[in-house]
């Protein structure tokens, strides 16, 4: 049976933290680990956690190549759509969809696509889910 849940991902582009909304509730001022989401265990669901973690994730592969690229992001926000379903029996994550929003003064939407792409191809996360990752990009 499919089941599906959001994570957005907002804080501190310098520090990594920030908060995760989930439709359990609000992790404040939590690394993008979450390590406290297990050892509390409140209303947690696997394909939660794995957004909660692939949106923070992702949003620090990405700061980390803006920064790289020479520009600041002003703010990036994540949502991650995670699609858990059983294959074979085990729950597998099935397809995540990210999508973002971003404010990086002096840099084009092609180039910004071009970098969060790459994000998403070297975002740990990503790279350990075995599953198509979609992209979708807001600019402003």
Known sequence: M??????HWTGDLK?????ISTPSGVLNEAPYTFLTRFENAK???????????????????LS???TKAGHTAESLETTA??????????PTVT????KLNGKVPGIDKATFDAIAADAKKNCPISRLLN??????TTFG
């Open 43 to 61: 209303g947690t669901n696997p394909e939660e956690l794995i957004g909660a973690a692939h949106a923070g994730c992702f949003t620090m592969a």
């Open 95 to 98: 397809k995540v969809h990210l």
């Open 15 to 19: 520090t990594g933290k920030g908060t």
């Open 64 to 66: 980390a190549g803006l």
């Open 131 to 136: 599953t198509a990752i979609s992209l979708e």
């Open 2 to 7: 499919e089941r599906t849940s959001k994570a």
């Open 81 to 90: 759509t995670v699609t858990l379903d059983t294959v074979d029996g085990a």
